[in-house]
């Protein structure tokens, strides 16, 4: 069975997506039509911009998820028998299955990387991604810190990404290296994402989503945080909404979807980072990237 995977923010780079509009006329329209209804040329920063300018999560949210789609709609053969996304992924993901047309979920991506900038404005914050160390290790260390610092991203095996106040993340880092961390490495990310931080963006999407049109899947979700497939609509939007303050369960995503007979999975986005995540959940699977 074939899984269709999309990639979150930090997957973003200049240059994303630049290969793909020049090869491909229906991606080039595409792309110069999201260009025409946001009023600006995201493109230019996609394929001209600065890696900084990028990171504003009011662009690249925006920006990895017109190349996902895009990708995604543009490919000679479409036909996923489950799909998931990584964070921001989730709204590529819910667009691959119909469960949102094409400008609903573009305009759920504006809102909620908008609702997340204002977030992230009001409480200065930023996520690290620990490699090496046992998750209720990380856990342990992030409940016991005097500032908001939880475990985010249940990304792989060995990798975990927490998510908090810059103080609090500095603290985290330090600590975790001291108990054997192989690696503590802040991410080009600009806010404390799935995390209590998150909170006012998350009212501020919940409004968002009741008022978008949802349609009936044509294959089932796993989402990040129920981790098992999904198909019911009223499901689907909660889980949503509270992916904005819950962490990203990818791990058990990714099982739950071997289990369910999972054998290829093609992640469709900027980059590659979700091939080497299924690497270490399970090397067995056929893993393909296109970007």
């Keep these: ?9 930090g997957a ?17 329209l595409l792309f110069d039509k999201a260009n025409e209804v946001l009023g600006f040329e995201i493109t230019k920063e996609m394929f001209e911009g600065t890696a900084e300018g990028l990171k504003q999560t009011k662009l690249t949210q925006t920006a990895v998820f017109l190349h996902s789609v895009i990708l995604a709609k543009t490919l000679p053969s479409f036909s996923p028998d489950m799909v998931a996304g990584h964070s921001l992924g989730e709204l590529s993901a819910l667009v691959a299955n119909n469960t949102l047309g094409f400008e609903d979920g573009r305009k759920l991506v504006a809102i909620r990387a908008q609702a997340m900038q204002r977030a992230c404005e009001i409480n200065p914050s930023t996520m690290a991604a620990i490699i090496g160390l046992e998750d209720k290790i990380i856990e342990d260390v992030c409940q016991n810190i005097d500032e908001t610092v939880v475990a985010a991203n249940y990304n792989c095996p060995g990798q975990l990404v927490i998510s908090g106040t810059n103080a609090g993340i500095d603290k ?42 949802f349609n009936t899947p044509s294959c089932p ?11 019911d609509i009223k499901r689907i939007k909660n889980n949503l909404i509270a ?3 819950a ?19 093609t992640e469709l986005g900027p980059g590659k980072a979700l091939q080497g995540m299924l690497v270490k959940i399970n090397k067995d699977v056929e893993r393909f990237g296109i970007s």
Excluded at 1 to 9: D, E, K, R, V
Excluded at 197 to 202: F, G, I
Excluded at 255 to 265: L, P, Q, Y
């Design 172 to 213: 985290a880092c330090k600590i975790l290296t001291e108990k054997g961390a192989r690696r503590a490495l802040k991410l080009p990310v600009g806010g404390a994402f799935h995390s209590p931080l998150m909170e006012p963006a998350r009212e501020e999407l919940a409004e968002a989503i009741e008022a978008s049109k």
């Design 1 to 9: 069975m074939n899984a269709f995977i999309f990639p979150g923010q």
């Design 12 to 28: 973003q780079f200049v240059g994303m997506g630049h290969e793909l509009y020049s090869k491909n006329k229906e991606a080039k």
């Design 247 to 265: 962490p990203v369960k990818w791990t058990q995503s990714v099982e739950n979807m071997i289990i369910s007979g999972a054998t290829k999975f």
């Design 243 to 245: 992916q904005l303050t």
């Design 221 to 231: 979700i796993y989402q990040n945080v129920s981790t098992t497939p999904e198909t």
